[in-house]
């Protein structure tokens, strides 16, 4: 679903980051590029810059969240800028004011980029429809439509594990009906010319037909995964779904978890990535989770390293547009 407003100023530059859908390759390997410069290794120490000096980011998490709304919060500070966590739930919008009221107000107070998670889809558009014009909005995870940075991660440790995206078979497992994190890997991967796609999913939790073109569709796990690369493992969205839609645990893992035997039947060298927070036991196995093909906490490491490409490109787009 393409966002009402754009993400481009005038001169071509990223203003707001809202979905991956039409990004196109080249913006998105730039983007990788200049991440990559701040890969630090766990244990490591953090890369600093001062590019976001003097310039104030504001998170607005209505859904709760641990390694986005901490790692846009490093990457800002690591670039200098000021951060502001709005708690909502001790925020006026308990008091019953609007979104738009609170982006205003915190407007007021000099917040030049909002980065904003919703359970609604459609918010962070809204609001990039109608903040001022220096200021941006980035996209931290709207209901199931998009997670773009997620998206933008995703790739970012498929290219550091796998050096290509052009021969790879790429296996997305799970709620890929509910799933942000599938919609914005689906356009980031198309993007980047990964020659198979495949969507596997019990017929419950597919994507509704028409969406998803291009990809393959798959209902049984040990098909889906087969001479895979990379198996990327979802997580069962249940705040997404009723209690009757909701599938039995023991049932779900007996059918769609990933454990060693489903693990053995992808290439030897595949990766295995989940977004995470895992539903150890249901759709995977803390064995696989845990293991050596897993490059979950990568998958962290890199969240910060991509959240400072983008604050430093809309920002460096902004400058440049004044
Ligand atoms: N992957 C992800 O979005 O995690 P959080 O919900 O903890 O931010």
């Known amino acids: 679903m393409k966002p009402a407003v754009g993400q481009l100023r005038p001169d071509g530059s990223l203003r707001h980051l809202l979905t991956l859908e039409g990004l196109g390759r080249e913006r998105i390997e730039r983007l990788l590029e200049q991440a990559q410069r701040y890969v630090c290794e766990i244990g490591g120490v953090a890369p600093r810059r001062s590019t976001l000096a003097g310039v104030t980011v504001a998170n607005l998490f209505t859904e709760p969240s641990t390694r986005t709304r901490v790692s846009f919060e490093l990457a800002a500070k690591r670039l200098g800028a000021e951060v502001v966590n709005l708690e909502v739930q001790l925020s006026s919008r308990v008091k019953g004011e609007s979104m738009l009221d609170t982006v205003y107000t915190l407007e007021a107070l000099h917040v030049d980029v909002f980065v904003i998670r919703d359970a609604e889809a459609g918010v962070p558009g809204l609001v990039a429809a109608h903040v001022d014009p220096h200021v941006s909005v ?72 028409g969406e998803f073109p291009g990809c393959r569709r798959i209902d049984r796990l040990d098909e889906g995964v087969r001479d895979a690369d990379v198996i990327m493992m979802l997580r069962i969205q249940k705040e997404r779904m009723s209690h009757t839609s909701l599938p039995d645990s023991d049932r779900y893992f007996a059918e769609f ?58 920002i460096a787009g902004r400058s440049a547009a004044s």
């Not at 696989?288 to 998958?299: E, H, Y």
Request: glycine content about 8%; overall charge neutral.
């Open 138 to 209: 980035l996209s931290a995870g709207e209901g199931s439509v998009e997670h773009p940075t997620q998206g933008l991660l995703d790739a970012l440790t498929i290219a550091q594990s796998k050096g290509r995206f052009d021969d790879l078979v790429v296996a997305i497992v799970g709620d890929i009906r509910h799933s942000r994190v599938a919609r914005s890997a689906w356009h980031a991967l198309a993007a980047l010319g990964v020659k198979e796609l495949r969507i596997v999913a019990p017929e419950g939790l597919m994507a509704r037909p």
């Open 257 to 314: 978890g990933l454990d060693p035997r489903r693990l053995a039947l992808a290439r030897p060298d595949a990766i295995v990535m989940h977004p995470q927070p895992m539903n150890r036991g249901i759709e995977i196995a803390s064995d696989v989770a845990d293991g050596p093909q897993s490059v979950i906490r990568t998958q962290v490491r890199n969240g910060v390293a991509v959240r400072m490409a983008v604050l430093e490109s809309v």
